[in-house]
T-cell receptor
Framework: QKEVEQDPGPLSVPEGAIVSLNCTYSNSAFQYFMWYRQYSRKGPELLMYTYSSGNKEDGRFTAQVDKSSKYISLFIRDSQPSDSATYLCAMKTGANSKLTFGKGITLSVRP | NAGVMQNPRHLVRRRGQEARLRCSPMKGHSHVYWYRQLPEEGLKFMVYLQKENIIDESGMPKERFSAEFPKEGPSILRIQQVVRGDSAAYFC?????????????FGPGTRLTVL
C-alpha cells in the first residue's frame, strides 16, 4: 500500500463548478498537509498548508483535513480556466522533513 | 525576492556521461531538498541538505547519485554514468531555517534527457 493515495484523473469540469480533490494516507505520523499546483513544465507552487484537522480557507480554495480518517481534501469554488493544472497533495511528519506526494491529478476547467 | 533558481533548465546527456544539476535556494534559506519526477509519476524525495551537511539521503539511489550543498555556492546534484532511466524532471526546493515557517518552495526544475 502506498503511503499517499490520490484520486486518479484526469478531471474535466465546466467553468464555475465546485471541484473536490482528495487524498488518503496510511502513515499516522504525518502531521503537516499541503496542496501544490503544478502547471505544465513548471515547478510545484504551494496553494495550501495545514497542520490540524478541520478546514482552512483561502479565497476560492478550502483545505480540509480529517486525521482520524487519514483523509485530506481540496475544494475549489467557482473554478476558472486558469485553475487548469495538476494538483498534488503532499504531507510530512515534522518540520524540515521530506515531503511525500500523491501522484497528482490533472484538472481541466472548460470555458 | 528571487525564488529558487535551477540551472540548466534542460540538459541532454548521452548514456555514460555525467549530469550536474544546480540549485540556488531562496535568499535566507539554508535548507535544500531534491525531488525527482518521472513521467506519469508523482514527485519522489531524494535528499535533504543543509549547508555542508547531508541530513537525509534516504531517497537517493545507492550508486551514481551524489549531492552537496557547500558553504558557498549552489547545491549540486550529480549523476554519474547516466542511463536512460535517469531521464526525468529534477526539482529543488528550499525552506528557511526558522522551524515555524518551514514551507518548501520549489524551483522550475531541470529536465534531464538521456539519449
Amino acid at each position: 500500500q502506498k503511503e499517499v493515495e490520490q484520486d486518479p484523473g484526469p478531471l474535466s469540469v465546466p467553468e464555475g463548478a465546485i471541484v473536490s480533490l482528495n487524498c488518503t494516507y496510511s502513515n499516522s505520523a504525518f502531521q503537516y498537509f499541503m496542496w501544490y499546483r503544478q502547471y505544465s513544465r513548471k515547478g510545484p507552487e504551494l496553494l495550501m498548508y495545514t497542520y490540524s484537522s478541520g478546514n482552512k480557507e483561502d479565497g476560492r480554495f478550502t483545505a480540509q483535513v480529517d486525521k482520524s480518517s487519514k483523509y485530506i481534501s481540496l475544494f475549489i469554488r467557482d473554478s476558472q480556466p486558469s485553475d487548469s493544472a495538476t494538483y498534488l497533495c503532499a504531507m510530512k511528519t515534522g518540520a524540515n522533513s521530506k515531503l511525500t506526494f500523491g501522484k497528482g491529478i490533472t484538472l481541466s476547467v472548460r470555458p | 525576492n528571487a525564488g529558487v533558481m535551477q540551472n540548466p533548465r534542460h540538459l541532454v546527456r548521452r548514456r555514460g556521461q555525467e549530469a550536474r544539476l544546480r540549485c540556488s535556494p531562496m535568499k535566507g534559506h539554508s535548507h535544500v531538498y531534491w525531488y525527482r519526477q518521472l513521467p506519469e509519476e508523482g514527485l519522489k524525495f531524494m535528499v535533504y541538505l543543509q549547508k555542508e551537511n547531508i541530513i537525509d539521503e534516504s531517497g537517493m539511489p545507492k550508486e551514481r547519485f551524489s549531492a552537496e550543498f557547500p558553504k558557498e555556492g549552489p547545491s549540486i546534484l550529480r549523476i554519474q554514468q547516466v542511463v536512460r532511466g535517469d531521464s526525468a524532471a529534477y526539482f529543488c526546493a528550499s525552506s528557511p531555517p526558522n522551524l515555524s515557517t518551514d514551507t518548501q518552495y520549489f524551483g522550475p526544475g531541470t529536465r534531464l534527457t538521456v539519449l
